[in-house]
């Protein structure tokens, strides 16, 4: 199974200030993942796959970048609706496995 | 719209079942494969099982292989799972979800809202 491991679990920011998010994969998962946003009490949403690609409806703010076992989210500009918990998934082998989890937060 | 809106969550004993429902809606369910991911609260995501688009496939985490089984009934637009012999450690929000293949890419594009199961005596 391959392990994601998430950094770091919790990242506070200012409003309007970047937030980079990291994700690390325990063996090569070429460009097979996704990125996802759970806001408090809802479900997650997919924000990027393919590493960079983003989803429909998903603003030019977030970007992905990364293959192999190192990938990163960037969060341009944070608005208050950006302050969530930001999951890395991969399916390059099953079973699909998620990180942790990055909390971004109000500093 | 597309939706998912699962079902059937509630307060069990251990050793005890339940099935869960999701209820697909603005798109053609039996054309996509289909999941289960869970999450205990304040934890995060677990993927659960997954299903072919005619119930023909099926895949599970080792941790429920032989205790939850994942089934659909496209004339219905509905997404089963049976839980069996439940344990604690099957409590959790069991969200369903849409997978979508682009390019090789396998993502889960849709959630359902989720449906809290708690395993306790």
């Known amino acids: 199974e391959i392990v994601m491991t998430q950094s770091p679990v919790t990242l506070s920011v200012s409003p309007g200030e970047r937030a980079t998010l990291s994700c690390r994969a325990s063996q090569t998962i070429s460009s097979d993942l996704a990125w996802y946003q759970q806001r408090p009490g809802q479900a997650p949403r997919l924000l990027i796959y393919g590493a960079s690609t983003r989803a429909t409806g998903i603003p030019a703010s977030f970007s992905g970048s990364g293959s192999g076992t190192e990938f990163t989210l960037a969060i341009s500009s944070l608005q208050s609706e950006d302050f969530a918990i930001y999951f890395c998934?991969?399916?390059?082998?099953?079973?699909?496995?998620f990180g942790g989890g990055t909390k971004v937060d109000i500093k | 719209d597309v939706q998912l809106v699962e079902s059937g969550g509630g307060l069990v004993q251990p050793g005890g079942s339940l099935r869960l429902s999701c209820a697909a809606s603005?798109?053609?369910?039996?054309?996509?494969?289909m999941q289960w991911v869970r999450q205990v609260p304040g934890k995060g995501l677990v993927w659960v099982s997954r299903i072919r688009t005619d119930g023909s496939t099926t895949m599970y985490a080792d941790s429920v292989k032989g205790r939850l089984t994942i089934s659909r009934d496209n004339a219905k637009n509905t997404l089963y799972l049976q839980m069996n012999s439940l344990t604690a450690e099957d409590t959790a929000i069991y969200y369903c979800a849409r997978e979508t293949v682009v390019q090789g890419n396998y993502y889960m594009d849709v959630w359902g809202t989720g449906t809290t199961v708690i395993v306790s005596s």
């Open positions: 603005g798109f053609t369910f039996s054309r996509y494969w």
């Open positions: 998934q991969q399916y390059h082998n099953w079973p699909l496995t």
